[in-house]
T-cell receptor
């Protein structure tokens, strides 16, 4: 079993739709949860991060962490064609340098 | 600031050849990392460094070596290239430990093919 599972997609939605991206994980020691966005042929860039359980909102993006279910989500409201990218979830625990990345979900937002 | 830069952008190697992937950052970050990204597999940590002169292995270090003589530069050396090393390589830097606040800043990547 992989430490982090993420559906690779692709996920195709019309412009303006609400997008839900998800990851599950197996290691209950993870405490820090991140979402990176990666445009084609570019390096990943940090979109959001949260510590422990709860929600965090930043503009059109909301990150949710449910540690009891070992499940994290990223919601994108009013999706735009410029949101078309691969979204990588990532997580780590305190004291180490090892970040575990999901395989990434490819998202296409159609105009 | 240029951020994190990587050279070359693309490279084709023959089996058994060696090469060095260059990485430089101008943000004065202490922490630097090398990852490889394979299709459907996510990013895997190869090596990391917490400062000049200090490096350590990540998840998949076999077949690679690193050095960190300055804060700015963190080259990755491939000795005796093998087809299994065909991948996209990303260098990243961070002003803080990954665990905790702060983010990793990634370079644009080097696409390496070993034939």
């Amino acid at each position: 079993q992989k430490e982090v599972e993420q559906d690779p997609g692709p996920l195709s939605v019309p412009e303006g739709a609400i997008v839900s991206l998800n990851c599950t994980y197996s290691n209950s020691a993870f405490q820090y949860f991140m979402w990176y966005r990666q445009y084609s042929r570019k390096g990943p860039e940090l979109l959001m991060y949260t510590y422990s359980s709860g929600n965090k909102e930043d503009g059109r993006f909301t990150a949710q962490v449910d540690k009891s279910s070992k499940y994290i989500s990223l919601f994108i409201r009013d999706s735009q064609p410029s949101d078309s990218a691969t979204y990588l979830c990532a997580m780590t625990w305190g004291g180490g340098f090892k970040t575990i990345f999901g395989a990434g979900t490819r998202l296409f937002v159609k105009a | 600031n240029a951020g994190v830069t990587q050279t070359p952008k693309f490279r084709i190697l023959k089996i058994g050849q060696s090469m060095t992937l260059q990485c430089a950052q101008d943000m004065n970050h202490n922490y630097m990392y090398w990852y490889r990204q394979d299709p459907g597999m996510g990013l895997k940590l190869i090596y990391y460094s917490v400062g000049a002169g200090i490096t350590d292995k990540g998840e998949v270090p076999n077949g690679y070596n690193v050095s960190r003589s300055t804060t700015e530069d963190f080259p990755l050396r491939l000795e005796l290239a093998a087809p299994s090393q065909t991948s996209v390589y990303f260098c990243a830097s961070s002003p803080h430990l990954i665990a905790g606040v702060g983010e990793q800043f990634f370079g644009p990547g080097t696409r390496l093919t070993v034939l």
